[in-house]
Structure formats: structure tokens, C-alpha cells
T-cell receptor
Framework: LAKTTQPISMDSYEGQEVNITCSHN???????ITWYQQFPSQGPRFIIQ???TKVTNEVASLFIPADRKSSTLSLPRVSLSDTAVYYC???????????FGGGTRLMVKP | EPEVTQTPSHQVTQMGQEVILRCVPI?????FYWYRQILGQKVEFLVS????????KSEIFDDQFSVERPDGSNFTLKIRSTKLEDSAMYFC?????????????FGPGTRLTVL
């Protein structure tokens, strides 16, 4: 599975849009990009998954350019409760292990 | 919305004791996983389970660990002769079969403290 690289931390303010970019230069053809959110002492929570172009759900948007070497998670109008660690992962076939990196620690300030 | 549940939420045990961590995956999911996270560190894969057998395991998952699906709903992780370094959050996850890649849904975790 492709190694992913993302910023260690980011700060934002309530109401702002936050974009977290993940680099995955060696992504394989059958890899999907999946983002998880984790609060302290809780399990990772699935946010969004995509393969190419743009995916949007009620929580976030995911932008993946044509070369798929990077992706951007966009959180619209963040609130204090969005303070968490966000993980970008490459995953493929069902049943395969997920490899978590250090994630991006997002701090939302009032 | 269906969710993965885990019990207990917190388990305290003495070094050398055996513990069993329990999970109820999302019904109709076929793949089950255990991960752990030592305080302040990354989430680490332990084992995956499919069709009543281990499909993949990490180096961490040695003879001290075992998994079982004793019935149609539970999925357990047994740790024999616990060590201090086994203290961590243990997360169960499950995934289904729809689509080419399946999203893994995680439970809330069991905090294991070994004294």
C-alpha cells in the first residue's frame, strides 16, 4: 500500500474552511484514498473515501487530482468539535489491513 | 446507523493474567479486525479475520494473542499472560463486501491497563 504523508498539525478558527492535503506519490492503481477522524480515547471514525476527482458527503469533500499523487480533505465551516486527528490512508481490497500514519492534528480555536 | 460495539470499555488486570476483549461487529459484515493504539502512538494493525480464520496478522500478533468468533455475533481477542507493554486502547473493526474496497468501521475501543 502507498505511503501517505500529511502535515503533523494545523490550526484554524471556528467557521473557517479547513483543507488538509495528503501526499501519496506511490499510490497503486487499485488504491482508494480514505480519511478517518479520531478524537482522544475513541476509535477512528470514517469520514470519506474516493478514487479520483471529487467526492462530497454531509461531512466533508475530498479532492483527488487526475494523477492521484495527492488528495485534499476539505472541512467546511469547522467548529470546536472538529478538533481531532485526521488520518489519510490508502486502501484497496476488502479485508486488507489499514496502515495508519501519525495523522494531522487539527486544532480549531474560538 | 449500525455500529461496532466493544466491551468492556476499560479493563484493568494484573501482569500475567489473561484477558478477553469482546466485540460485536456490524451485522452482515464478513471481515473483522483488531487494532491497538498505545497512548500517544499510532493505530497499529494486529489481525484480520475472515471465514472463521485469520487472514492476516502483524508481527505484534504473536502466540500471546488469539482471536475467535464463538458465535454469529461476537468477535473476541484473547491476550494470555498480559505484560505491562500490552497496556493500550484496543479497537475492533469490521467491514462488509459491497464494492471493490470496503470501509472499515471501528468500535469505541477497550482501554486495557496492565498493572
Amino acid at each position: 500500500l502507498a505511503k501517505t504523508t500529511q502535515p503533523i498539525s494545523m490550526d484554524s478558527y471556528e467557521g473557517q474552511e479547513v483543507n488538509i492535503t495528503c501526499s501519496h506519490n506511490n499510490i497503486a492503481t487499485n488504491d482508494y484514498i480514505t480519511w478517518y477522524q479520531q478524537f482522544p480515547s475513541q476509535g477512528p471514525r470514517f469520514i470519506i473515501q474516493g478514487y479520483k476527482t471529487k467526492v462530497t458527503n454531509e461531512v466533508a469533500s475530498l479532492f483527488i487530482p487526475a494523477d492521484r499523487k495527492s488528495s485534499t480533505l476539505s472541512l467546511p465551516r469547522v467548529s470546536l468539535s472538529d478538533t481531532a486527528v485526521y488520518y489519510c490512508l490508502a486502501s484497496n481490497n476488502a479485508g486488507n489491513m489499514l496502515t495508519f500514519g501519525g495523522g494531522t492534528r487539527l486544532m480549531v480555536k474560538p | 446507523e449500525p455500529e461496532v460495539t466493544q466491551t468492556p470499555s476499560h479493563q484493568v488486570t494484573q501482569m500475567g493474567q489473561e484477558v478477553i476483549l469482546r466485540c460485536v461487529p456490524i451485522s452482515n459484515h464478513l471481515y473483522f479486525y483488531w487494532y491497538r493504539q498505545i497512548l500517544g502512538q499510532k493505530v497499529e494493525f494486529l489481525v484480520s479475520f475472515y471465514n472463521n480464520e485469520i487472514s492476516e496478522k502483524s508481527e505484534i500478533f504473536d502466540d500471546q494473542f488469539s482471536v475467535e468468533r464463538p458465535d454469529g455475533s461476537n468477535f473476541t481477542l484473547k491476550i494470555r499472560s498480559t505484560k505491562l507493554e500490552d497496556s493500550a486502547m484496543y479497537f475492533c473493526a469490521s467491514s462488509g463486501t459491497s464494492g471493490y474496497t470496503d470501509t472499515q468501521y471501528f468500535g469505541p475501543g477497550t482501554r486495557l491497563t496492565v498493572l
